[in-house]
């Protein structure tokens, strides 16, 4: 009755290519965004900075890159962790050696450093598939991890073998460093999460998106009818790469400060985003974004109730949130394999037909 | 003899060793895969946990302690002083076939013809609620396991190989640690006693029938749950043996599940359906990653065994996919 697509006539090519054709679908995004851009600013504070709003943002392009590779292209990758440290080191090394350049043009170029390792370890690709693939990407994963800390150029020769974001401003304002404000570090990410999921949906739109999701659903078949599996599948790990880049430099300079390699960029992250994007959805954009939020904001939540309320000692409450992680992914493979953004689907689907029932 | 080349049979044996443990882990993941196709990620995981039980029973820890204390305010640790290795080992046992069968009751049989990736993030969710479920029922600090095997270095093989060298050179011996050996040992007496079960026995036919082809197996009436049930046992009495060997070699803590990420380029090289596969590969993973580290190792900075096994899987992939011994993949559009 109220939410539909009848009567809403498109009378233009470019309306009718729109993203989000319903035209309550738009007003709720408008909406979204247009909180995000101008009323968190406002009321933003270092807690919620640090804690949610950061963390989400950039594990969200994460999950972003990582639904590329995995949930549209169907090649298993558990390199994210080693992705994301190529992009922080490649910022860190650019930022220090042209400090004039301007921080989004760092971010950006540290992403396609990442685009360009991501080709090279996603070579194999074109001969292993499956969970062959996923070994064949922890070799890159643990390599690098190796790679960054032995080699000291890459940290600047220092003694610790840390690396520390140096304090860059973009109009004036420093949004790395310590002395960023909280609202300035949020726009600047919320700046890139806007922009690169615009262009990863119109990616997955368009026609590369339907010849990843050709070679995800039947690699030979697709070969069969003319799709470059080379071409594809490279590209997948390119821009999947390019995502997982900016956000390991976004990671590095707005969020941690300070990383060292084993510790920011190990294993554990590369299976905190494959589970962000099982959760949150394979192959969906939307699930991208509810699953870094569900991954970010869910031990929080746990804690607060659990420490804060019951008052019980954080360990027991570190166990609990490790039974639930795997519990809700066993339980989103068996009972919604197609993760959250499915159940919303299926809500958007049930209000098109409310209050009939089919 | 020069010590070089004594120093080289040295760093050869001891992957040959460390090589076996790895197989013992890899064994339970051929196990799982060949009866029901499923790569059981949890098995590391499965090791863990089937140590901290061993331990929780031989020293007489009170389950979940932790948090009934937390939530009664009670401060309780122990019921006992512990039993005797050998009972220990039966209950923990018991303890494995009844978590095989929790695991098909609940996880297995809804997942029935899942696409082969969604069977495999299944059962890393399994290991990540299986080591929250460890560590809150039998608590996360390190615990030393001791069932009696002997350990430390074999002073009667130093003293042996001391004499090898050409007199007036120092050399003080080959280390060969006794527990490795112990532990080579028991793996080719449980490969051997698998090898009996599946060629001999009733079961064993019916196991290798269910690896064949399930709808086959079924038409002749093998009931595929009982088997997985069965599988599962078996590979969680591997997990056991394995989780000893490794927690008897560095105590029992959280990194005894991060050996299951070690057996999968194992795995990769042996083949993912062969038994001797996993032995092969073991042995191989096992002397290529110390060797590497021995020779090549210190010229670029060392630390290479986290890396080695993988980088050398990979290149193993793009030659012979389906690993040594393993089944040719055919896929069919």
């Known amino acids: ?358 | 003899m020069s010590p070089g080349i004594l120093n080289t049979i040295e760093v050869i044996l001891n992957g040959l060793m460390a090589g076996v443990m790895y197989s013992l882990v890899a064994l339970g993941f051929v196990l799982i895969y060949k009866a029901s196709g499923i790569f059981n990620y949890a098995q590391g995981v499965m090791c863990l946990f089937a140590a901290l039980t061993l331990v929780g029973f031989q020293t007489g820890q009170i389950p979940f302690s932790h948090l009934i204390n937390v939530m009664l305010g009670t401060n309780l640790h122990h019921w006992s002083s512990g039993m005797h290795s050998f009972f220990a080992i039966i209950l923990t046992i018991i303890v494995m076939i009844g978590f095989a069968y929790i695991v098909d009751r609940f996880v297995l049989r809804h997942m029935v013809n899942q696409a082969p990736i969604i069977l495999f993030m299944a059962t890393i969710g399994l290991a990540y609620f299986m080591e929250g479920f460890g560590d809150l029922m039998w608590g996360a600090n390190i615990k030393n396991l001791d069932v009696g095997i002997p350990s430390g270095g074999s002073l009667w093989w130093e003293d042996i190989t001391r004499g090898w060298v050409a007199d007036g050179t120092v050399y003080l011996g080959m280390y060969i640690d006794v527990l490795d050996v112990w532990a080579t040992g028991i793996a080719v007496s449980l490969v051997i006693l698998l090898t009996l079960f599946s060629q001999y026995t009733k079961t064993g036919r019916a196991l290798r029938a269910v690896a064949d082809d399930h709808q086959a197996a079924m038409s002749v009436g093998i009931s595929l749950r009982t088997i997985w049930v069965i599988v599962w046992s078996i590979a969680g009495i591997v997990a056991l043996v394995a989780g000893i060997m490794w927690g008897s070699k560095s105590g029992v803590q959280f990194s005894l599940s991060l050996i299951a990420l070690k057996a999968l380029p194992v795995l990769i090289l042996g083949g993912f359906t062969s038994i001797p596969g996993a032995i092969v590969g073991g042995l191989i993973i096992g002397v290529g990653e110390k060797l590497f580290e021995f020779s090549v190792g210190p010229l670029i900075g060392g630390a290479t065994e986290n890396w080695f096994a993988y980088v050398l899987a990979l290149v193993f992939l793009m030659f012979r996919p389906q690993g040594l011994f393993g089944e040719k993949i055919i896929e069919r559009v």
Not at chain 1, 149 to 175: C, D, H, M
């Open chain 1, 1 to 358: 009755m109220l939410y539909r697509e009848t009567g809403d006539f498109k009378a233009s090519y470019t309306k009718d290519q729109q993203i989000f054709p319903i035209v309550q679908d738009r007003w709720l995004v408008f909406l979204f965004c247009a909180i995000a851009v101008f009323v968190v600013p406002f009321v933003i504070n270092d807690y919620w900075e640090k804690s949610v709003l950061v963390p989400v943002l950039v594990w969200a392009l994460a999950a972003l890159g990582l639904n590329i590779l995995v949930g549209y292209c169907g090649q298993v990758s558990l390199g994210t962790g080693g992705f994301m440290a190529v992009g922080a080191y490649s910022s860190y090394k650019l930022t220090t050696a042209f400090p004039e350049l301007n921080i989004i043009l760092v971010v950006l170029l540290s992403g396609g450093i990442t685009a360009f390792v991501g080709i090279l370890f996603g070579l194999p690709s074109l001969r292993i598939k499956g969970f062959y693939l996923a070994v064949a990407t922890l070799a890159s994963q643990f390599f690098l991890v190796w790679l960054f800390n032995k080699v000291p150029w890459f940290y600047n020769y220092s003694a610790s073998g840390q690396i520390t974001a140096p304090e860059r401003l973009l109009f004036g304002v420093p949004v790395s460093g310590p002395n960023a404000p909280p609202w300035a570090t949020y726009l600047f990410c919320l700046l890139f999460v806007l922009v690169l999921s615009l262009l990863a949906k119109n990616l997955t739109r368009g026609r590369i998106g339907r010849s990843w999701m050709a070679i995800r659903d039947m690699d030979i078949a697709a070969e069969i009818i003319g799709i470059k599996p080379l071409v594809t599948k490279l590209s997948a790990f390119a821009i999947s790469s390019f995502y997982i880049g900016v956000s390991g430099a976004l990671f590095f300079m707005v969020y941690l400060g300070a990383a060292e390699p084993t510790e920011a960029f190990g294993i554990d992250k590369s299976f905190l985003v494959l589970f962000m994007i099982i959760i949150g959805g394979l192959g969906s954009i939307l699930g991208s974004f509810i699953g870094a939020a569900f991954m970010v904001l869910m031990p929080v939540l746990l804690k607060n109730i659990m420490v804060g309320g019951l008052g019980w000692p954080t360990d027991l409450v570190a166990h609990f949130i490790f039974m639930l992680v795997g519990g809700l992914i066993m339980f989103f493979l068996i009972v919604e394999p197609h993760g959250l953004a499915q159940l919303w689907r299926i809500t958007k689907e049930k209000l098109r037909l409310w209050p009939f029932p089919h």
